[in-house]
């Protein structure tokens, strides 16, 4: 089972901040958090993903609570491409690349 | 960043035949690769994992014998999808990642749409 949990859907204006969040509350100390999208009918695009500080990246931002159960993904400046479903997933640090994704979360971005 | 091609992108065929889906790491070798299954508006689902030069792992529910996996070289891993039906049909993704260690993610392939008449 997944260990993600993710609203299913949340809309946001164009050229506002989309935040994403996700509970991860059983991580443990050597899960990374990654965030990947898919858009309609493609295979998942890499986003961000980070161990326990905040990362940012060309594409978003990644906020890390400290105690690490939970995690936000910032898109600064939503666009219309934008539009796509956000998966959240939690993956040792060592071992196994085997991702299990969650339901992840509809992102609609409205002109 | 690193490339994973899926071909084809779609196929229909006949309900009995059989049909490869290939997965290609295009600049980097991949030890191992995942394949999974997305029916509509549902998440994807691991089906396997592809082991180079050994037999693949299947995850449970998933019936090896009808959905070969082969992963021959360090670049390429092969799904067939024998004697296909109709429930079949489905989006198939297929993942890699740089055994070389020098990326700590998965890249995906395009998926390749299944459609069983």
């Known amino acids: 089972d997944a260990k993600t949990t993710q609203p299913p859907s949340m809309d946001c204006a164009e050229g506002r901040a989309a935040n994403l969040p996700c509970n991860h509350s059983?991580?443990?100390?050597?899960?990374?958090v990654y965030w990947y999208r898919q858009i309609h009918s493609q295979g998942p695009q890499y986003i961000i993903h980070?161990?326990?500080n905040n990362e940012t990246n060309e594409m978003a931002s990644l906020i890390i609570t400290e105690d690490r159960k939970s995690s936000t993904l910032i898109l600064p400046h939503a666009t219309l491409r934008d539009t796509a479903v956000y998966y959240c997933?939690?993956?040792?640090?060592?071992?196994?690349?085997?991702?299990?994704f969650g339901t992840g979360t509809r992102l609609k971005v409205l002109a | 960043g690193a490339v994973v091609s899926q071909h084809p992108s779609w196929v229909i065929c006949k309900s009995g035949t059989s049909v490869k889906i290939e997965c290609r790491s295009l600049?980097?070798?991949?030890?191992?690769m995942f394949w999974y299954r997305q029916f509509p508006k549902q998440s994807l689902m691991l089906m396997a994992t592809?082991?180079?030069?050994?037999?693949?792992?299947?995850e449970q529910g998933v019936e090896k014998d009808k959905f070969l996996i082969n992963h021959a070289s360090l670049t390429l891993s092969t799904l067939t999808v024998t004697s296909a039906h109709p429930e079949d049909s489905s989006f198939y993704i297929c993942?890699?990642?740089?055994?070389?260690?020098?990326?700590?993610?998965?890249?995906f392939g395009s998926g390749t749409q299944l459609s069983v008449l």
């Open positions: 997933i939690v993956r040792p640090r060592s071992g196994t690349y085997k991702y299990i």
């Open positions: 993942s890699a990642r740089d055994s070389q260690g020098r990326d700590e993610k998965l890249f």
């Open positions: 600049d980097f070798q991949a030890t191992t």
């Open positions: 980070g161990l326990k």
């Open positions: 592809s082991n180079e030069g050994s037999k693949a792992t299947y």
């Open positions: 059983t991580i443990s100390g050597n899960e990374y």
